[in-house]
């Protein structure tokens, strides 16, 4: 049995871990729950901004300020338009799954001509920082993303439940018929949505630059445990994804420390499954 | 669909494809060719075992690598560390993943609204905790498995050539079993699952066998494909066995093809494995992905039903045009009056004047066929019945009206099990049938139709009826011409080969019934048969029902249109607020000061 400092560390690791798996989760949770529009090619645009940030900061030599002032916008015109491609064609749950996995394809083929199947890694002076509390260390970076996610989520929560914007959003969600009879512009509205989550996955892409080493099919290494995320803490729902990363990033962490880091996979995964059995009403 | 149509030949001309590719490997070419055509056999029956389920039930996996790999690693590690000789293993390997297959559905599909996406990603998870495990167990250690000792079996002298003939024989045995069940009962029954499991069920398709059915072909498939591939290609790591490539790539070749089609994902699977070769062998590996992904992408907008679908549907309207056109050239020339108008008498206005007709009072005396005992359901907190005794006699037409959100539709729904009660029994001709899973109660003789029309989609008109007849189980003699039979009963005969999105209304409220009456039910639910019908259809619907009646089968109707209530009904039971309020011949029932109450408000009389 490790000691409790380990025990410690290992949770907060993997609670702030869980932290990015919720950030991701975010823009994936809200599109599939209120537009009904499953964005695998969410993973593939994080990473493209990872790409990005990684660009700018070691060949251009730019600031991290100015990749999110670039990234932003361009995801965001990037998510309109792909909502867009689903509005024309008529594209439901299933076609949208299939649609942007060949999206996130191309991206990753993008990539790959672009900066190579090579890691890369992007060297800031704040990756080692971190600071103490008690005898656990506090990676600074981790805990940056964490807040991030914190933030983003309970600023997309107040904005789903107290802004006449969200409440349309969700009513549409509900039945858009109804929601359209009592004067909701679902088209407007599930454009910005649209725009906002491809931002949500370029900010989480910045965080995933300055953490962890890049390649292109880590694309896919994310899905799984993101999507996992998603589903246990309910569609649509921002405040229950950043949940579930938390929840999921702590066991994972405690997995790691208590058993071995390679049996890690194993419990997100079961978490899912046994939720998944039990089918509780939140879900 | 598939399902129609006498097609023998095309199992026939799949066959002698078949013998004639395996004489290729003898002619002398070189051995590149035969690894070539491995690739494509192998892809073909990697999408089409996907198909199986997912592509006829609607059920997407995104864990076929887990089958796949299931079936890689039992063929390498008996063949590596129990010495088994190989081709003994592919049998193994193969039960292997249809047994791995089986547990996920046993645990998934018993669930009562399991929701599409949410099978795919269980399928997906059950991926990666299989990957974690082979990792970190001694079944592969990490360092993955090798199977250079293994000695490929000669079937011919060159091994590229006797692997070349084993993906050869996979691709034939899998394309013939996707064309049986195409074609069988089996095939139906998972159509009817992928466009509407709940009325498939109502409709007498055991839903939980066939998917589990579809389910271990189609996993059992993928682990005798991954037997035959273990040996192709060597050296086995986890992350090239359970990784994203595959699912993905099996769904994109189904989806382009035509995932409902047996040819369907053999067709997209050829076009992509060219297409991603012929960018390979340019040196544009990457380019050659980025194209398939956009291929995927227009085909998923542009041909959302698959390439061969989208075929045969432009064949079969050509023909149709061409047909009506014939058609309305003959009938010009002869310059007789259009007879379609006569033979269509459903869609005439009926002269007799139907509220003369008294209906036939049932014997009091007449045997109770359909006991119903204290009946109760509650959803949650909300008490829909609060327990109704009921019993329906023989050969009666029994109306059962009430307020809206009485519980009229949901006693329906618990005769025909489609919602488990919450207490109380209810029994057909003195056996109980609560409890039974619905298609147990459909074939015991209990049909009902929806109020608002609930067809298979991507069936036709007459394929609808088919099924019902196929799954009511209590016809006998051949399906197409008791369908027919129905279809002209209802006077529907000349839309037999429409599909259900070009039928307005009244035909779809008529196919309703004609599914219904296909299964040759002892007793008929209808739900608001007349609602939504002009005064004419009115008239014809209950003459209908009355023919219906006059063969002996008895009749529940809900109605809220008090014309049809009182022209048709031997009886009348009134419910309120989940409760049955009274029941009798019809004059006394609505003379009942309490059925006034409901209708008129209180103080009616005053």
Redesign the interface.
């Known amino acids: 049995m490790p000691s409790f400092t380990l025990l410690g560390q290992a949770l907060v690791s993997g609670l702030l871990a869980g932290g990015l798996y919720g950030l991701l989760g975010l823009g994936l949770s809200l599109s599939w729950g209120l537009l009904r529009l ?1 964005n695998i090619a969410h993973f593939a645009l994080a990473f493209l901004g990872a790409y990005l940030t990684y660009e700018f900061g070691t060949e251009l030599h730019l600031n991290i300020a100015f990749a999110l002032l670039l990234i932003l916008p361009t995801f965001f015109v990037f998510g309109v338009m792909l909502h867009w ?1 689903f509005k024309r ?1 008529g ?1 439901g ?3 949208s ?3 942007t ?6 991206i ?3 990539i ?2 672009f900066w190579t199947a090579d890691f890369r890694r992007f060297e800031t002076p704040y990756a080692s920082s971190s600071f103490k509390v008690g005898p656990i260390y506090v990676p600074a970076l981790e805990l940056a993303a964490f807040l991030t996610a914190t933030v983003l989520a309970g600023g997309a929560w107040l904005w789903l439940n107290r802004t006449y914007v969200g409440k349309a959003l969700r009513a549409s969600a509900e039945d858009a018929q109804i929601a359209a009879a009592f004067g909701v512009n679902h088209r407007a509205q599930s454009y910005l949505l649209s725009g906002l989550c491809s931002a949500f996955a370029g900010v989480a892409g910045v965080f995933i630059a300055l953490i962890s080493t890049l390649a292109p099919s880590q694309i ?1 290494t994310w ?2 445990v993101v ?2 995320v998603v ?1 246990i803490g309910r569609l649509g729902n921002p405040l229950g994804a950043l949940a579930a990363g938390v929840l999921i990033g702590a066991c994972e962490g405690l997995a790691m420390a208590v058993i ?1 880091p ?2 890690a ?2 419990v997100s ?2 978490i ?2 046994v939720i ?2 039990w ?1 509780p009403r939140w879900l | 669909m598939a399902i129609s149509g006498n097609r023998n030949g095309s199992l026939g001309g799949l066959l002698a494809v078949g013998a004639a590719l395996a004489f290729m490997p003898m002619m002398g070419f070189p051995a590149f060719y035969d690894s070539f055509f491995y690739v494509i056999f192998y892809w073909i029956s990697l999408a089409t075992s996907w198909s199986l389920l997912s592509g006829y039930a609607g059920y ?1 996996s995104l864990g076929h690598a887990a089958f796949l790999g299931a079936g890689m690693y039992t063929s390498a590690t008996l063949a590596v560390k129990f010495n088994w000789p190989f081709l003994a293993t592919i049998p193994a390997a193969a039960a292997v993943a249809a047994l791995l297959g089986c547990g996920i559905g046993a ?2 599909f018993r ?3 399991l929701r ?3 099978f ?3 399928t ?3 991926t ?2 299989l ?3 082979i ?2 167990t001694p079944i592969d250690g ?1 360092s993955g498995v090798f199977l250079s000792a293994v000695p490929v079996p000669a079937i011919i002298k060159s091994q590229t050539g006797s692997i070349y003939l084993l993906g050869l024989a996979m691709c034939i045995i899998t394309l013939a079993i996707a064309w049986t069940v195409s074609h069988s009962k089996l095939g139906l029954g998972l159509y009817a699952i992928s466009d509407d499991e709940d009325v498939a069920e109502v409709k007498g398709v055991p839903t939980f066998r066939y998917k589990m059915i579809a389910f271990a072909l189609s996993s059992g498939i993928a682990g005798a494909v991954g037997g035959v591939h273990s040996i192709y290609v060597g050296f086995l790591t986890v992350g090239e066995t359970f ?2 490539a595959v699912p ?1 790539s099996v ?2 070749m189904s ?1 382009l093809g035509g995932a409902r089609h047996w040819l369907g994902p053999a067709v997209g699977a050829t076009l992509i494995t060219l297409a991603l070769f012929g960018f390979a062998s340019a040196g544009q590996t ?2 050659g ?2 194209v ?6 227009v085909s ?3 041909l ?1 039903e698959g390439i061969i679908p989208t075929f045969l549907r432009r064949r079969r309207l050509a023909a149709a045009r061409r047909l009506a056109s014939a058609e309305s050239a003959r009938v010009e020339q002869e310059a007789a009056p259009a007879p379609s108008s006569a033979s269509t008498p459903a869609a005439t206005p009926v002269a007799v004047d139907v509220s003369n007709l008294k209906p036939a009072p049932a014997a009091q005396d007449a045997r109770v066929v359909l006991e119903v005992e204290d009946v109760r359901k509650s959803f949650g907190g909300l008490q829909a019945l609060r327990g109704v005794t009921l019993d329906v006699r023989e050969g009666e037409i029994l109306g059962l009206i009430g307020p809206n959100g009485c519980g009229k539709t949901t006693l329906i729904n618990m005769i025909t099990g489609h919602l488990p009660l919450s207490g109380g029994t209810i029994k057909l001709g003195g056996e109980k049938i609560s409890g039974l899973p619905a298609h147990m109660i459909a074939r015991r003789g209990i049909a009902r139709t929806y109020q608002i029309p609930r067809p298979f989609v991507h069936l036709s008109t007459l394929e609808n009826v088919e099924m019902c007849v196929r799954f009511g189980g209590r016809g006998s003699g051949a399906a197409r011409e008791q369908a027919l039979h129905w279809l002209s009963f209802c006077g529907l005969e000349q839309r037999a080969q429409a599909m259900p999105v070009d039928l307005n209304l009244r035909e779809r409220k008529v196919l309703e019934l004609a599914r219904a009456l296909a299964a040759k039910p002892r007793v008929l639910l209808l739900d608001e048969v007349m609602s939504g019908l002009n005064p004419s259809e009115v008239d014809t619907a209950i003459r209908l029902v009355r023919q219906i009646r006059d063969q002996g089968t008895t009749i529940v109707f809900v109605e809220h249109l008090m014309r049809a209530v009182v022209q048709l009904s031997d009886r009348v039971a009134v419910m309120n607020e989940g409760t049955l309020l009274t029941a009798g011949l019809p004059e006394q029932v609505m003379r009942d000061s309490r059925v006034m109450d409901i209708y008129f408000g209180h103080g009616h009389a005053a």
């Open positions: 499953v491609l064609f594209v749950e299933f076609g799954l299939l649609v996995f060949g999206v996130a394809v191309i990753e083929s993008l790959q001509w896919w899905l799984g999507f996992a589903i071995s390679a049996w996979p194993v995964f079961s899912l499954i998944l059995l089918q | 997407f645990l998934v669930l009562p609204r599409g996406e949410l795919a990603l269980m997906l998870a059950v990666f905790v990957a974690t495990v990792l970190n990490g990784g994203i993905l769904i994109l989806v990457i380019i992905r980025a398939v992904a956009l291929l995927l992408i998923v907008l542009c959302p």
